[in-house]
């Protein structure tokens, strides 16, 4: 990218020869109206490979230091959605640019197709990359859209591919927002398959489609819901209960002593977000609780500041946090942490 001389000091050309100009601009000059949005005492114009910023030139320079960055990321990447665009616009401290744009190649966890590269992108999802390296079992719990399932599904095929495992399992426990498996139509395959679709988009992410096809044609990848795990050994897997705020006490303690020789776990979960029966208590809160000393499992607690998802779903979670406040406040239990 190159700044061209501006014709006044309230006025700056920048050209952006160095990326595609629709993946700047995006289409329909979505993300160029986002821009105009962030900075509305700034006149913004483009013309072909090039923008205009008019204005006054304090508000000028900080612009053009987040479009520096923009550019930074489209130039290693190819590729900026809309969300990560905002976020950009949005992060002011040093440890969100270094989010985006970050020089170091280990940070890199993932390169999925097409030249896309998956990384920790927060301070806890990081925690969690380390903590994988470290221990065997990992309890990575928090809110949703904090990356905690696609973390640790990048963290299995990193695995997978620097060949420290023969194989990954991935697993969840078959219960939804009060639906019954029983009702779903078609055969059990079907009836599972919408529970375990999370699981297969960030395999989407990280491995192409004809090689994907391929390791789960041999089993090499196995998506499975928790029950069928009783009985097994799993040995050589890099294995990941995902929801595991839906499991029973029973349930959990099973899955855990499924982990056989040079076997990796990582167990995801949103206490606040349990869809089991009112009668029946979700087992993630006890084996954090009675597990948080034991050598070799490793506890990391995310937050609405690793949410990476669209930039309303940190404001949904802050409100439904405080009405869980003052709900608690008016039964006379304490606050909800």
Known sequence: MKFLKPNRLTETIINLETVNPIEFFGVNNGKLDLLKKKYPLL?????????????????????????????????????????????????????????????????????????????????????????????DIVFAIGPAGTGKTYTAVALAVRALKNKLVKKIILTRPAVEAGESLGFLPGDLKEKIDPYLRPL??????????????????????????????????????????DEAQNTNDLQLKMFLTRIGANAKAIITGDP????????????????????KDVEGIAHIQLDEEDVVRHRLVKSIIRAYEKEKEREDMESGYPPHK
């Not at 130039?75 to 020089?103: A, C, K, M, P, W």
């Not at 041999?218 to 998506?223: C, P, Q």
Request: proline fraction near 4%; glycine fraction near 6%; hydrophobic fraction near 35%.
């Open 200 to 241: 297969y988009d960030a395999l989407d992410d990280m491995i192409p489609a004809d090689k994907l096809g391929y390791y789960m044609s041999t089993r090499t990848i196995e998506i499975a819901p928790l029950a069928y795990m009783r009985g097994r050994t799993l040995d050589n897997a890099f294995i990941i209960l």
């Open 272 to 291: 606040t977000q349990v869809d089991l029966p009112r009668n029946m208590r979700s087992g993630l809160e006890k084996s954090t609780r009675i597990l």
């Open 43 to 135: 006149k913004i114009l483009s013309r072909g490979t090039q923008l205009k910023l008019s204005g006054a030139p304090e508000q000028i320079e900080i612009a053009r230091e987040k479009i520096d960055l923009i550019v930074q990321y489209l130039e290693r990447n190819g590729h900026l959605s809309d969300i990560y665009f905002q976020q950009i616009l949005g992060g002011d401290d040093v440890e969100t640019i270094d989010n985006f744009v970050d020089t170091n190649p280990n940070d890199i966890l993932v390169f999925g197709p097409n030249g896309k590269t998956v990384r920790a992108r927060t301070q806890n999802q990081k925690k969690m990359v380390l903590a994988a390296d470290k221990n």
